[in-house]
C-alpha cells in the first residue's frame, strides 16, 4: 500500500510507540546505558594489580585481558599495571574510586579498614582444609550478594573474589604454638582485623606496606611476616628468614572492584563483556596459585635456605582455639551484617564439606 499524506496523522502516533519501545529506552534507571551513539574504539581499560608480573593476580589479569579483548572483537583493550607501576594497594582502590583506573585488586589486608565486613578473610581457621570447598565458598552467589551494598557504601562494585592459596608464617624458627609469637614483631596487612588475630597469639604485629617487608626483614626491624608461598618466593623474603611454618589458617583472598558508577555507566555491550570475561576466567587464578605455590616452594626447598614445617593436626588446633575470639572483635566491629556473613561462610563450608564426604562415600 502506498502511504500518502492522508496518512501521516495515524502513523505519527504509531512510530512514536515504535521509538519508545527500542533498545535506548528500555534500559532501567541503575542499568548499563545503551549505545545509541555507539562509543570511538577501541577503548582502553586500566587494570592495577597488588602483586608483580609472574604472580597470581598477573596470571589472572592476563587470561582475562585476553578474554575480553577476544569477546569484543578488539574494541576493548586491557592495560594492566602490576605493584609497584601506580602506588601501594590502598592507593590504588583510591584510584578507583576516583576514576584514574577502571578496575584492580583490592585485598581484605588494607580494604578492610575502610570496609570491615572484608575482615572475615583474615579470620584464622574459619575455611575447610579441602581447597576445592573453599573455592566453591568463595565463588558462593548468596556470599557475594551479602558484600555487595558493603562495597556499594565505598563506591566500589565487587566483581569477583579470588582466593590465591593458604597464607604461611616466615621466621627464623619454627612457629609451632601460640607461645612461639610471644613478643615477635610480625610483619601483617595494614587493616587492624589482620593484625588482631596475631595479637591473641601473643605476637606484636607490625602494619607495613607489602614493598617495605624484604628490607625490614634484612634490617631486623620485624622478626616475621606471613604471606603466601608463591609470594615468599617472588619478594626473595626467603633469603632473609630461616624457617617456613605451613599452619594453613586462612587463604588469601583478594577482589576484583571497579568504580559503581564507571560500571552503571557502561554502555550494556561493554556491561556484557565484563561480565562474560569475568566468568570466563573465573577459575584461572584457582588453578594458578596452586601451580605456583607448589612450584615456588619447591624452588625455595631446593636452593636449600628454607626449612620448611608442616604443622599437625593437634597443634593447627591450638592455634585455632587461640584464635577463636577474635571472630567476636569481628562482629563488635561489623554488627548485624558481619554476623550474618560469618554465619553464612561457616553453613556454606559445612554443607559443602558434607557433600563432599557423601560424594566419596
Known amino acids: ?7 501521516l496523522p495515524f502513523l505519527a502516533p504509531l512510530f512514536a510507540v515504535l521509538v519508545g519501545c527500542s533498545e535506548g529506552d528500555s534500559t532501567p534507571s541503575g542499568k548499563a546505558t545503551p549505545e545509541s551513539t555507539p562509543p570511538d574504539y577501541p ?12 604472580s597470581v593476580q598477573h596470571a589472572y589479569a592476563e587470561a582475562l585481558k585476553e578474554s575480553i579483548e577476544e569477546l569484543s572483537g578488539g574494541r576493548i583493550l586491557l592495560d594492566l599495571f602490576p605493584y609497584g607501576s ?30 570491615p ?21 568463595l565463588a558462593s552467589p548468596d556470599l557475594l550478594a551479602l558484600f555487595e551494598t558493603p562495597y556499594a557504601s565505598r563506591n566500589l562494585k565487587l566483581l569477583a573474589f579470588v582466593p590465591e ?13 601460640p607461645a612461639d609469637f610471644e613478643g615477635l614483631r610480625i610483619r601483617t596487612m595494614t587493616s587492624d582485623m589482620a593484625a588482631a588475630t596475631f595479637r591473641a597469639y601473643g605476637a606484636e604485629p607490625q602494619q607495613t606496606p607489602f614493598s617495605q617487608v624484604y628490607s625490614d626483614l634484612q634490617l631486623n626491624k620485624i622478626d ?18 630461616s624457617t617456613l611454618t605451613v599452619a594453613r589458617p586462612a587463604q588469601f ?6 568504580n559503581g558508577d564507571w560500571y552503571k555507566g557502561l554502555p550494556e555491550t561493554q556491561q556484557r563483556w565484563l561480565d562474560n570475561a569475568l566468568r570466563e576466567v573465573a577459575e584461572v587464578a584457582w588453578k594458578a596459585q596452586e ?71
Do not use: C
Open 117 to 137: 565486613e572484608v575482615g572475615v578473610f583474615t579470620l584464622h581457621y574459619l575455611l575447610s582444609d579441602d581447597s576445592e570447598v573453599n573455592r566453591r565458598v
Open 86 to 115: 601506580l602506588g601501594t594497594s590502598a592507593q590504588l582502590t583510591e584510584l578507583v574510586k576516583n576514576g584514574s583506573v577502571n578496575l584492580a585488586f583490592a585485598s581484605p589486608g588494607h580494604l578492610a579498614d575502610q570496609i
Open 165 to 177: 592459596g593458604w597464607m604461611t608464617w616466615t621466621a627464623n624458627k619454627p612457629l609451632r604454638t
Open 253 to 258: 583472598i583478594s577482589s576484583v572492584v571497579t
Open 43 to 54: 577503548v582502553t581499560w586500566r587494570f592495577a594489580l597488588e602483586e608483580i608480573e609472574g
Open 224 to 241: 616475621a611476616q606471613t604471606n603466601p608461598v608463591f609470594a615468599i618466593e617472588e619478594m626473595d623474603f626467603y633469603e632473609v628468614q
Open 291 to 361: 601451580r605456583l605455590n607448589q612450584a615456588r616452594l619447591e624452588s625455595m626447598v631446593e636452593a636449600g635456605q628454607l626449612e620448611v614445617v608442616q604443622l599437625n593436626d593437634d597443634e593447627r588446633a591450638a592455634f585455632a582455639q587461640a584464635s577463636r575470639q577474635v571472630r567476636e572483635d569481628y562482629v563488635a566491629a561489623t554488627g548485624e551484617r558481619g554476623r550474618e556473613i560469618l554465619k553464612r561462610i561457616q553453613q556454606l563450608v559445612d554443607s559443602l564439606e558434607q557433600a563432599t564426604a557423601d560424594e566419596a562415600g
Open 1 to 7: 500500500m502506498r502511504i500518502t499524506s492522508l496518512w
